[in-house]
């Protein structure tokens, strides 16, 4: 197939794509960074030597150039988004331009070419509810969503959802929880995985929230599971691509220290954090079914690996 990923130079992306290549098909990337060769990519791609460009996606005159002149796409992957529930706060425009506008640009181009849309939501979306996170429990219970980012990704399914109405397009949810692992670079607004890491090994301090649990989906596991979505593709489906080890967020700060040997005088605790979810336990019983979802590495493994990445990349003795 050939196929489209926006976003395809973030942590998933860039991931998502070596698999989709592996398994031979054709992967074109967009993402707001430049590139060699990147100048004069229309002559460049006629050759089939080119298969990447910058493009913002909330721009519809820059992503529809890429429809025109890089395609026609058999199925768009859309992992571009401004990610983090403090990132949403602090840059909600982007926020805002990137999840909503973004996607509904996505949208109508996939209205008029018709491609099979994967688009990436997140366990956001369940907001306050406290019980196994399932993918119709929307569908039954009234959820708060608790913040920008989690709004914004809601947003985005509704758009979808209207769009299938409206227009028959055929597009598949995927809702990530808490993917961690090598390859997941540091910036503020990471995982708590990817956070908590880094700090440790920098000697910075972090913050450990009592009573806030999570299950952690190692990155590698999660882009074979979504590389596998193309062949079952099911129109209308939504699935969890999350964790078996539901496990709170002390644990996750005992093990990074433990392994790194920091200061435990970095941590604090504080009781709980405001306007975010405290327990994600996830029902991923549907991915298992229909794409083969499978952990293979457990948290511990998981994080011991992230770390001997981390240290290798930030060239930490």
Partial sequence: MKILITGSKGVVGSWLEKMLKAKGHEVFGIDLFHA?????????????????????????????????????????????????????EDYYENVWRSNAIGTKN?????????????????????????????????????????????????????????????YGTETVIVRLFNTYGPGEWYHPYRSVNCKFCYHALHGMPIVVY??????????????????????????????????????????????????TGADKKLIEFKESEVLTTKSKKVDTSKAVKDLGHKLTVKLEDGVKTTIDWMKEYYKIK
């Fill in 36 to 88: 060699v060769g990147e100048r004069g990519w229309q002559h460049t791609m006629s050759k089939g030597d080119f298969f990447y460009a910058r493009c913002d996606i909330s721009n519809f005159r820059q992503l529809s150039r890429i429809f025109e002149e890089a395609g026609p796409f058999d199925v768009v992957y859309n992992t571009a988004a401004e990610f983090g529930r403090w990132n949403g």
């Fill in 106 to 166: 996505v949208i109508r181009l996939q209205e008029k070419y018709k491609f099979k849309l994967i688009h990436f939501s997140s366990s956001e979306v369940y907001g306050d509810y406290d019980d196994v996170m399932k993918e119709d429990t929307m569908d039954k219970v009234v959820i708060r969503q608790m913040n920008d980012y989690a709004l914004s990704k809601w947003v985005n399914e509704t758009q979808i959802r209207n769009s299938a109405i409206q």
């Fill in 210 to 259: 009592k009573g806030h649990f999570r299950t952690s989906t190692y990155l590698e596991d999660t882009c074979r599971t979504l590389s596998n979505i193309i062949d079952n593709f099911k129109a209308g489906e939504i699935y969890n691509v999350g964790g078996l080890e539901y496990h709170d967020i002390e644990t996750l700060a005992e093990t990074i220290w433990k392994y």
